[in-house]
């Protein structure tokens, strides 16, 4: 209580303190059931070997608030070597600051020997970050290099104690995010904090005490230069936190919405598209909420639609069929997003194929609606139908015919098929294609013409797989496909570092 009165009379930020406030569990409460027994058999384990170890960071947090951990990381005084070899399976990675994973099953616990403070001969880049810091050191060195005061905990199962170094318990009682230490300098350090406590902020419901908040608008402009696979990290934590709208919302408020994030420029940016994020993002945020998987793929290409919309329209209007003017937008799309968010390869060919299939719900005639029911994907294509519905985008009757279609018995669905095939609205708008202008009469020649090139592309679009469009690192040419696309991808399977990694969009 005093040290919290004097911390407030002096506006000290979090303290630098070597001895920390030890509490019982009559005093923090946690409730040690919701502890993970994995993570009590490797800290009791490394205990029984000698070694002090700790449940650490985030999940310490959450069990002060009463929440579920996602996971749980330990902390130990314990070398990698020493921790490796007292478990069977576990497994030493990073090359700069090793760390060790454990696993039990499915379960994959991070075990971390207790870093030192960042000297002041660390290598750093030009604008400050901090390349290379990697020494061991004590554990309240440990906690001082550690982001937040209420991430800066140590809690040990065998004796039930938390160890808060930085006022964190008092932190977490009045919902406050305080960084540890010099604001500025730790955000000079490593820029990613400031997306950190941004969604901190929106996850936890906390306040950003004012002098941690201060400096963030000033100086966003330097997660420019951390790598980008390490943003996309980050921005993929917060957009898959079950709080993406609110972290957006809290972006905005500190007026962060520009210049920290590319992709949410781009997303915030698009009037039009706003809706259609907004809904994609409660979506994601009630599935997260309900303890249901999310794909990164389905939310990315959420993102992302309005850019392929734009795009797909203009090849549209420039005489491209459907079906090949939206693979030319998705490559366009992909290729100056690769970059900037190190998607992962995985991740864009999921995106391409929830929007390759969106052309054809519209083509409900015959097999169509058949073929594409067995589409491996077709559940995320259809979700993605829904929303565009939702949006107004398109007309929902289709979204509704989908529904329909789906839940039907083959009776009514054949009756559904032959209904639209005989309808008027079975027939589709195309574009007249370049060069190809029909005279007046022949017009149904012409358009069955373009019908059959169309439907050809869209058995293609079957296998509008996963190649990336540039997985040699070169601009998409603008392509008619011809034969099976894997055997074109190129190289660049592999690329280890970031640069490797946005170039072959893995
Ligand atoms: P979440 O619940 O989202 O996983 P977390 O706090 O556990 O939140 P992690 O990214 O898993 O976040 O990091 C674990 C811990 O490592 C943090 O609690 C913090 O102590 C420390 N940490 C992570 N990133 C940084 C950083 N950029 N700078 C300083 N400390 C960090
Ligand atoms: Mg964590």
């Not at 299939?357 to 993605?384: C, I, S, T």
Request: proline share 6%; charged share 30%.
């Amino acid at each position: 209580m005093i040290k919290k009165f004097i911390r407030k009379i002096l506006g000290v930020k979090g303290r630098t303190n070597h001895e920390p406030d030890i509490l019982g569990p009559d005093q923090h409460g946690i409730d040690p059931k919701m502890v993970s027994s994995n993570a009590v058999r490797v800290t009791s384990t490394l205990q029984e070997a000698g070694f002090e170890a700790f449940v650490v960071g985030g999940a310490v947090r959450d069990l002060l608030l009463g929440v579920k951990p996602k996971d749980f990381d330990i902390a130990t005084n314990a070398t990698p070597e020493q921790v490796k070899r007292l478990f069977r399976r576990a497994f030493i990675i990073g090359r700069r600051f090793q760390i060790v994973h454990v696993m039990f099953g499915q379960d994959l616990l991070e075990v971390t020997t207790f870093r030192g403070t960042t000297t002041d001969n660390a290598p750093k880049d030009e604008h400050g970050r901090v390349l290379r810091d990697n020494t061991f050191g004590s554990q309240a060195e440990d906690a001082e290099r550690r982001d937040f005061t209420v991430n800066a905990m140590y809690y040990n199962p065998a004796t039930q104690q938390v160890l808060d170094y930085h006022g964190g318990i008092g932190d977490i009682r009045s919902k406050t995010l305080r960084i540890i230490g010099q604001p500025e300098a730790r955000y000079r350090e490593d820029p990613v904090r400031m997306l950190r406590v941004v969604r901190f902020a929106a996850k936890l419901k906390f306040d950003i005490e004012p002098s941690t908040a201060a400096p963030i608008k000033v100086m966003a402009p330097l997660i420019n230069n951390v790598p980008a696979a390490r943003v996309f990290d980050e921005m993929l934590k917060l957009l898959m936190s079950g709080q993406a709208l609110a972290c957006l919302q809290q972006l905005r408020k500190e007026g962060l919405h520009h210049g920290l994030l590319p992709l949410l420029d781009v997303v915030l940016e698009q009037p039009l598209g706003f809706k259609f994020v907004t809904l994609a993002l409660d979506a994601t945020d009630r599935r997260i909420m309900a303890g249901k998987t999310v794909s990164p793929g389905f939310l990315f290409a959420s993102l992302l639609w309005h850019q392929v919309l734009e795009k797909w329209n203009a090849y549209q209007a420039a005489g491209e069929f459907p079906i090949p003017a939206l693979h030319l937008a998705a490559d366009e799309v992909l290729e100056s997003q690769t970059e900037k968010l190190a998607l992962q390869r995985k991740i864009g060919s999921d995106m391409r194929d929830i929007w390759a299939m969106q052309p054809r719900f519209e083509r409900r005639n015959g097999k169509n609606p058949y073929k594409l029911l067995e589409h491996l994907r077709f559940r995320a294509g259809y979700d993605f139908l829904l929303l565009r519905c939702a949006s107004g985008e398109i007309d929902p009757e289709l979204g509704d015919w989908w529904t329909a279609f789906w839940e039907a018995d083959e009776v009514i669905r054949a009756e559904m098929v032959s209904a639209v095939s005989s309808g008027a609205g079975s027939k589709r708008k195309r574009p007249p294609r370049r060069g190809q202008r029909h005279k007046e009469g022949e017009e149904g020649g012409a358009d069955a013409e373009a019908e059959a090139a169309d439907d050809a592309q869209a058995d293609e679009a079957d296998d509008f797989d996963s190649a990336p469009p540039d997985s040699n690192g070169a601009p998409p040419k603008r392509r008619r496909r011809r034969g099976p696309r894997r055997n074109r991808r190129g190289g660049g399977e592999g690329g280890n570092g970031p640069a490797g990694d946005a170039a072959s969009g893995q």
